[in-house]
Nanobody, 128 residues
Framework: QVQLVESGGGLVQAGGSLRVSCAAS????????MGWFRQAPGKEREFVAA????????YYADSVEGRFTISRDNAKNTMYLQMNSLKPEDTAVYHC?????????????????????WGQGTQVTVSS
């Protein structure tokens, strides 16, 4: 069993930056692919970014490409999302997720159903 806890959310002005973290406990994350998803009020959960277990493969949603950077530190059992040039439309609860299987990861990394463990989320609010 893996427990995921997000932190680092908050309120920031448009154009600002935030870094959110996802700390894992229970098992080492080094063999898990991981992802960030977000959910705004009244909207479905949306893919943001994903990273393979080694960090060698990284994927981004078009809406955040060039502004957000996903990374991981397996020694610290932690994943990060650096968010720059934030926009009001980035406002959402950000969730991290981990998946056991790497099979098909290159094809379905953006599908929430492919992930086995989820954190409770951290609120990110971007004011205009």
């Amino acid at each position: 069993q893996v427990q995921l806890v997000e932190s680092g959310g908050g309120l920031v002005q448009a154009g600002g930056s935030l870094r959110v973290s996802c700390a894992a406990s229970g098992r080492t994350l080094s063999s898990y692919a991981m992802g960030w998803f977000r959910q705004a009020p009244g909207k479905e959960r949306e893919f943001v970014a994903a990273i393979s277990w080694s960090g060698g493969r990284i994927y981004y949603a078009d809406s955040v490409e060039g502004r957000f950077t996903i990374s991981r530190d397996n020694a610290k059992n932690t994943m990060y999302l650096q968010m720059n040039s934030l926009k009001p439309e980035d406002t959402a609860v950000y969730h991290c997720a981990a998946r056991r299987s790497i099979i098909g990861f290159s094809n379905d990394y953006s599908d929430p159903l492919g992930y086995d463990y989820w954190g409770q989320g951290t609120q990110v609010t971007v004011s205009s």
